[in-house]
């Protein structure tokens, strides 16, 4: 079975939202982590021009993949500058370490 690891950048606000949207459509994990970097939306307030985002991980297998990405979109999309990125990358092997095994599907 193919997987794909899904990584979205969006705002800090947004996050809530994003979380509890994944919960509705039963994403079985996400890492979630803060951090600070820019973009095309620069903080003009700051000298170093970083904002503060959130960074979602969720790795999910190619039939999930188109519907975690749309909800994540719903969830961040505000039309305003900021409201992030989200890229899409295969994976090439998937383990888990409490079994130490090759996920497989």
Same mark, same amino acid.
């Given at each position: 079975?193919?997987?794909?690891?899904?990584?979205?950048?969006? %705002?800090? @606000?947004?996050?809530?939202? /994003?979380? +509890?949207?994944?919960?509705?459509?039963?994403?079985?994990?996400?890492? #979630?982590?803060?951090?600070?970097?820019?973009?095309?939306?620069?903080?003009?307030?700051?000298? %170093?021009? @970083?904002?503060?985002?959130? /960074?979602? +991980?969720?790795?999910?297998?190619?039939?999930?993949?188109?519907?975690? #990405?749309?909800?994540?979109?719903?969830?961040?999309?505000?039309?305003?500058?900021?409201?992030?990125?989200?890229?899409?990358?295969?994976?090439?092997?998937?383990?888990?370490?409490?079994?130490?095994?090759?996920?497989?599907?």
């Amino acid at each position: 079975m193919a997987y794909n690891e899904i990584i979205a950048t969006v %705002d800090v @606000l947004a996050m809530k939202k /994003v979380r +509890r949207e994944l919960r509705k459509i039963h994403v079985p994990g996400m890492t #979630v982590s803060a951090v600070k970097g820019y973009g095309e939306h620069k903080n003009a307030f700051r000298r %170093d021009l @970083l904002q503060r985002h959130s /960074v979602v +991980r969720v790795i999910a297998t190619d039939d999930q993949t188109d519907n975690i #990405v749309q909800t994540i979109m719903d969830a961040a999309h505000s039309g305003m500058e900021g409201d992030g990125i989200i890229t899409v990358t295969p994976v090439a092997q998937f383990y888990n370490i409490r079994d130490k095994k090759l996920i497989d599907g």
